[in-house]
């Protein structure tokens, strides 16, 4: 966006630029208006300085700065899966307590029934 608009304002300035060179002639309305257009040249520049900045320099540090996230994101999934391993182990060891418990429970109730 930013190099089609220079583009645009250097076509524009072509378009309106005076081709004679006659400064010591020109009147101040004519003179007004060529130094409007060499102010908007300047400013073709800095869309142009713009867009190469937007064109080199951003996507490196969106590249970055994805690599970054993605380590990170690698790094929750591997906590993830190992909280979740230890989630599942602690199930068991519980499912695995209630039924020792349970067994322990009914033979205690057939040993006071015994009794």
Sequence with gaps: VEREYAKNLRKLIAKY???DEKKNEESSQSKGFRLILVELGYQAGQHEILSEAFIKQFPQDIKLQVKETNKQLEKHRKDLKSIQNKL???YKNLDKSKAKYIKHQLEW???SEAL
């Design 109 to 111: 109730e057939s040993s």
């Design 88 to 90: 599942d182990k602690s």
């Design 17 to 19: 630029s005076v081709k």
